[in-house]
C-alpha cells in the first residue's frame, strides 16, 4: 500500500512540474521575442557533418572575429583534428602568432581592459555563445546590420539593437539598410485587396533590411551561406563533441531496440519452463 502512495505522490509531481513548466515557456514566449526589433528569428539548421562547412566557417572566425573574440575554452590543435585540417596546413594559414601551439588554448589577441575602453564592453568570449544566445538568434543577429548615423559606428542591430559591436563584416555584405515598401493589404480572406479598378491597395511599412547594391563583396546568397558556415562553426565550438554525441544516441536508441527483442524472447523461453512446471504439479 506504501508503494502504491508512493507511486500516487510521484505522479502528481511529475503532473504539476509539466503544468509549471508548460506555462513557465508560454509566459516566456509572450515577452517580445528573443530577436527584438527583428521580429522572430530566422532559422537555423545545424550540420556538423558538413566538415567543409565548418572548415570555412573557422577560416572566416579566425580572420573575422577573432581578433576581438577568444574561444578560451578550445584548443587550436583539437579544432584542427576535428575539422580534420592537416596541423601543418592548418598552422601555416590560419594560425599568426607562430608561438603557438597546438595544446594552446585560443585565448584571443586582444587585451580585455583595452577593449573594454574602446567598445566600452569587453568583447565577450564566444566559445559558448551559440549555447546561451542560441543559433537562430546568432545567425540572424550578423545578417540584421543596418545603417544608422546616429550611432557610434553609423550602424545599428535590429536583433540586438545598440550593439557595440562594428559591423565587421560590411565589406562583404555591403551597405545595408532600412527601407520602406508598399505592401499589399490583405482582405479577410487573406487575398489582396483591390479598388473599384482592380488596382491593389497597397499600404506603406517600414523596417525592411535592403542592401544598396553593388556595395558588397559578395551577393545576397552568398553571404547568408558565409554566415551559414559561420554559425555552423559556434555551434561546433560550443560543443565539439555533439555530432559524436548524437552518433552515439542512435546506437543507444538501435541497442535497445535489439535488447527489447532479445529479452523478450528471453522471457518467452523462460516462460515456457515456467508454465510446464505449473503443468507438472
Ligand atoms: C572590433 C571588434 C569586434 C569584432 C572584429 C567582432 N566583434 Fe562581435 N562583438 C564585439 C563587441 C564589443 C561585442 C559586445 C556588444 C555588446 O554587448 O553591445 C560583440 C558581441 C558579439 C556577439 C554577442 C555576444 C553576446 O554574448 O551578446 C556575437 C554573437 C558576436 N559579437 C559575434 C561576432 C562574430 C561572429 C564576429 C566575426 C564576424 C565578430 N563578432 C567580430 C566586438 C567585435
Known amino acids: 500500500m506504501n508503494f502504491f502512495k508512493l507511486e500516487i505522490?510521484?505522479?502528481?509531481?511529475?503532473?504539476?512540474?509539466?503544468?509549471?513548466?508548460?506555462?513557465?515557456?508560454?509566459?516566456?514566449?509572450?515577452?517580445?521575442?528573443?530577436?527584438?526589433?527583428?521580429g522572430?528569428?530566422?532559422?537555423?539548421?545545424?550540420?556538423?557533418?558538413?566538415?567543409?562547412?565548418?572548415?570555412?566557417?573557422?577560416?572566416?572566425?579566425?580572420?573575422?572575429?577573432?581578433g576581438c573574440h577568444s574561444l578560451k575554452y578550445s584548443r587550436w590543435g583539437r579544432v584542427a583534428s576535428d575539422l580534420q585540417i592537416p596541423?601543418?596546413?592548418?598552422?601555416?594559414?590560419?594560425?599568426?602568432?607562430?608561438?603557438?601551439?597546438?595544446?594552446?588554448?585560443?585565448?584571443?589577441?586582444?587585451?580585455?581592459e583595452e577593449s573594454a575602453k574602446w567598445f566600452g564592453v569587453a568583447p565577450p568570449d564566444l566559445t559558448l555563445v551559440s549555447r546561451y544566445k542560441g543559433d537562430d538568434w546568432i545567425y540572424s543577429y550578423l545578417r540584421a546590420y543596418y545603417e544608422d548615423a546616429s550611432k557610434q559606428?553609423?550602424?545599428?542591430?535590429?536583433?540586438?539593437?545598440?550593439?557595440?559591436m562594428p559591423n565587421v563584416l560590411m565589406a562583404l555584405q555591403g551597405n545595408q539598410r532600412l527601407v520602406c515598401k508598399d505592401i499589399p493589404v490583405l482582405a479577410k480572406n487573406g487575398g489582396e485587396k483591390r479598388d473599384d479598378q482592380g488596382n491593389t491597395i497597397t499600404k506603406e511599412k517600414c523596417g525592411f533590411l535592403e542592401v544598396e547594391e553593388g556595395t558588397g563583396a559578395l551577393n545576397k546568397e552568398e553571404f547568408d551561406s558565409l554566415i551559414y558556415d559561420l554559425t555552423n562553426f559556434l555551434v561546433y565550438v560550443g560543443e565539439p563533441i555533439k555530432a559524436t554525441r548524437e552518433r552515439i544516441g542512435w546506437y543507444v536508441v538501435f541497442y535497445f531496440l535489439i535488447f527489447t527483442a532479445l529479452s523478450s524472447l528471453l522471457y518467452r523461453e523462460f516462460h515456457k519452463d515456467y508454465n510446464m512446471k505449473k503443468g507438472k504439479a
Open 87 to 112: 596541423e601543418d596546413i592548418f598552422f601555416e594559414n590560419l594560425v599568426f602568432d607562430k608561438s603557438i601551439k597546438p595544446g594552446d588554448l585560443m585565448t584571443g589577441s586582444m587585451p580585455e
Open 153 to 164: 559606428y553609423g550602424v545599428n542591430n535590429l536583433v540586438y539593437p545598440g550593439t557595440a
Open 9 to 38: 505522490n510521484l505522479i502528481f509531481k511529475f503532473v504539476a512540474l509539466t503544468v509549471t513548466l508548460f506555462f513557465s515557456s508560454i509566459s516566456h514566449s509572450a515577452e517580445g521575442g528573443p530577436c527584438k526589433d527583428y
Open 40 to 66: 522572430e528569428c530566422d532559422v537555423f539548421k545545424y550540420s556538423l557533418n558538413d566538415i567543409e562547412s565548418l572548415q570555412r566557417g573557422a577560416a572566416t572566425y579566425i580572420n573575422y572575429c577573432y
